[in-house]
């Protein structure tokens, strides 16, 4: 599911706190969007907002100091031919920065375009990278996933399984061991780039998590806001299956990292199976701690396998 509408007036009031910016032309139409086609073709957020630049279309306009120097210092000819190839852009809003006063051309053509104008004495950069992580996460793909999502040992990990497994108590465990709740039963997962996942807690289950047996529970108030997280970015699946889907399903020592595709984007994972007197606690960081060696490009299975190789190699010698 990606999302492909955002107005120029619900741009305005989120960032009108951080960005101290006024509205000062275009306000006919302030239900104004991006271009959807503009929106879906787009590779990153980085297509959608930039400096003024006539090769761009559809994108928000930055003006900053070097930008108004351009439409002003020149003949009022020139003046009025640059300002008026931005309509041809078709931007859904216009900003500018730098604490730059725009242009009167440039606001009469914006009036005369329906074109929000955005003021702001913030610097260029700044309201690009703003703007840039808002558009990041309002279109990236999303879906959602049952699980626990966690911070362990700085890794975003998902717990998953079928139902009744344990994944809450487990993530409750994991939770008094010293790691970090992101989301329980349901995680929001975001494609933020080509090849990264951020998951991020529903605002309704937000810090709580249910254990059977006792109800809910608010991680927060009763471990402390170090319990918690608002995101984190997903590296390591840990899938949890009984025995004997494990034996049936399951090599016992796969020759190669195993890996589940979500929006696209391969995801490592491991397959941990729930039997009594296991603890699932110390497989799960386990787990972790081998998927951290692995993205430093350390393989203890394949170096065993090298390991091996050598043992038959020098038994055949002998």
């Given amino acids: 599911m990606k999302p492909t ?23 006919a139409h302030p239900e104004r969007r991006f271009d959807e086609a503009a929106v879906r073709n787009a590779q990153s957020a ?27 210092d020149s003949a009022a000819e020139d003046q009025e031919r640059r300002i008026q190839r931005i309509v041809t852009l078709e931007p859904p809003v216009v900003i500018v920065a730098d604490r730059q006063t725009p ?4 606001v009469a053509m914006c009036d005369r375009a329906d074109i929000p104008l955005f003021v702001t004495a913030e610097s260029a950069g700044q309201v690009i ?66 090849t990264a996942l951020e998951g991020r807690c529903p605002e309704l289950l937000m810090n709580l998590l249910e254990v059977r047996g006792i109800g809910l529970l608010d991680i927060k108030a009763i471990f402390g806001e170090t319990a918690v ?11 949890l299956v009984r025995k004997e889907t494990l034996e049936r399903d399951f090599e016992r020592l796969p020759y190669e990292p195993l890996y589940e595709d979500i929006l696209d984007v391969p995801v490592r994972k491991a397959v941990i199976a729930v039997d009594a007197g296991r603890n699932l606690a110390v497989l799960v960081e386990a787990a972790v701690r081998n998927t951290i060696l692995q993205l430093r490009g350390i393989d203890t299975y394949q170096e065993f396998i090298a390991r ?3 043992a038959m190699a020098r038994g055949n010698g002998g």
């Fill in 5 to 27: 509408v955002i107005s120029a007036e619900a741009l305005f009031e989120e960032h009108r706190p951080t960005l101290r910016w006024e509205w000062i032309a275009g306000h």
């Fill in 46 to 72: 980085a297509d959608l907002v930039g400096y003024l630049n006539y090769i761009h279309p559809y994108r928000v306009q930055i003006v900053g100091r070097r930008e108004v120097a351009y439409l002003t």
């Fill in 103 to 106: 242009p009167e051309r440039l």
């Fill in 129 to 194: 990278d703003i703007v840039r992580g808002h558009l990041s996460q309002h279109f990236a793909e999303r879906t959602t996933r049952h699980g626990v999502f966690m911070d362990i040992l700085g890794l975003g990990v998902l717990l998953t399984g079928e139902s009744g497994l344990g994944k809450s108590e487990l993530g409750l465990e994991l939770i008094s061991r010293g790691h970090g709740l992101v989301a329980d039963d349901a995680v929001d997962l975001y494609r933020v780039s080509q």
């Fill in 229 to 239: 997280r608002r995101k984190m970015r997903l590296k390591l699946i840990v899938h």
């Fill in 308 to 310: 091996h190789q050598k």
